[in-house]
């Protein structure tokens, strides 16, 4: 049963209705495509048997809504919910702190790591789900019968996962390290607000100098000031390769700016000034420090013993390697050994993995003479 809520006497009245329901399922449907912010559209809700959709764009009172999910005592079960606590909390200030998060549990569970929910149904109870309303305009009224069943599709699996899930976890003796993942996860989504040194996100920025990156830093900064003053994509301002681009020639003048690659004739009079000024003030900014190169081509063979031994980790605990380590904390690794003093990553040097993830790759490094 699927109940259409435009009102806010109607959604006030959902709210009652839920208040003492232990676990809900949520979901949001958003559009974020040529935009800074996400534009949010509806909210599914399912307390196991019945599903209400919530019409974002007819409500104007979200109180009720707002006491309901942030409710302590109320479990919310998502999948892949990291977007949709950012979406919540962007356009409705809206911030769940007992969440239960499917594709989460499916990972430490090992039933299969970054499921999306379409597979992880399938996956879990033999169900082909159809996809196609995924990129549809939720934006659009009146919504068709097709994205409205979509919609409530998105939560109607969550309880029965949950609960299978949580058994799972429960026997396999992972609670304890679903609970560190998930203060993680909420950890992640606060910190995507910080876009400081948005310069170290881009690629090819070791390349450059002191002086490059110091300018470089001060163009991505301003680019973030405008994409948000304007609520438009950062790309939608200045592309990543034109800043790394800017940032290596330091143009001075108006005509150095011609010829860049990806950088139109309107852009660049729209903005070329402006970006001619901020090069020049970052003359006056404390320089930033040089990147660390990629490591050497000599080092790949230890990078493999390292992966190899988080292969036999994964296997002996029954875990996917990915939920080990990644790519980076690795290069981190053994970056820092290279320079006489290993430093783990914060994440490997703390809970579950302090125990089972640690110890086997500092076994790689004691057995090597690459160091």
């Known amino acids: ?75 919310l079960i998502f999948h892949a919910c990291a977007e949709d606590l950012e979406v919540l909390e962007y356009a409705l200030d809206i911030r769940p702190s007992s969440i239960f998060d499917t594709q989460l549990a499916a990972g430490i569970a090992n039933i299969g790591y970054c499921m999306g929910y379409a597979r992880l149904v399938d996956s879990m109870f033999d169900v082909s789900l159809d996809k196609q309303e995924t990129r549809s305009d939720w934006l659009a009224r009146p919504l068709t019968q097709r994205q409205l069943d979509y ?17 799972a976890l429960a026997e396999q ?69 034109v800043l790394i681009e800017l940032a290596r020639r330091l143009p001075s003048a108006q005509e150095q700016l011609h010829g860049i690659e990806d950088w139109y004739p309107r852009s660049v009079k729209r903005h070329g000034q402006t970006v001619l000024k901020q090069i020049a003030d970052s003359a006056n900014d404390s320089p930033v420090p040089v990147m660390p190169q990629p490591l050497p081509k000599s080092i790949s063979v230890l990078m493999r013993e390292m992966r190899d031994s988080m292969g036999r980790v994964a296997q002996d605990i029954h875990i996917p390697q990915e939920f080990l380590c990644n790519k980076k904390e690795l290069e981190s690794i053994l970056r820092s050994s290279m320079e006489g003093q290993c430093q783990w990553p914060e994440r490997l040097n703390q809970g579950w993995r302090l125990e089972l993830v640690q110890p086997a790759l500092q076994e790689v490094l004691d057995s090597t003479e690459a160091l």
């Not at 991505?220 to 948000?228: F, K, Q, S, Y």
């Open 151 to 167: 919609a409530a599709v998105d939560v109607q699996y969550l309880h029965a996962m949950e609960k299978i899930l949580a058994k």
């Open 1 to 75: 049963m699927i109940d259409w809520i435009d009102s806010d006497s109607a959604l006030q009245q959902m709210c009652q209705q839920l208040s003492q329901v232990p676990k809900l399922a949520v979901d949001t449907e958003f559009i974020r495509t040529d935009t800074f912010y996400p534009k949010i559209a509806l909210i599914q809700i399912s307390d196991g048997e019945q599903c209400w959709l919530i019409d974002v764009l007819a409500i104007e009172d979200f109180v009720p809504l707002k006491a309901l999910l942030e409710n302590p005592d109320q479990q």
């Open 173 to 241: 003796q992972r609670e304890d390290w679903f609970a560190e993942e998930t203060q993680a996860l909420f950890s992640l989504v606060e910190g995507r607000k910080d876009h400081s040194q948005y310069y170290l996100r881009l690629k090819g920025a070791w390349r450059l100098g002191v002086k490059s990156l110091t300018a470089l830093n001060r163009l991505c900064d301003w680019r973030e000031n405008t994409a948000r003053a304007s609520n438009s994509p950062r790309a939608h301002i200045i592309k990543d390769s």
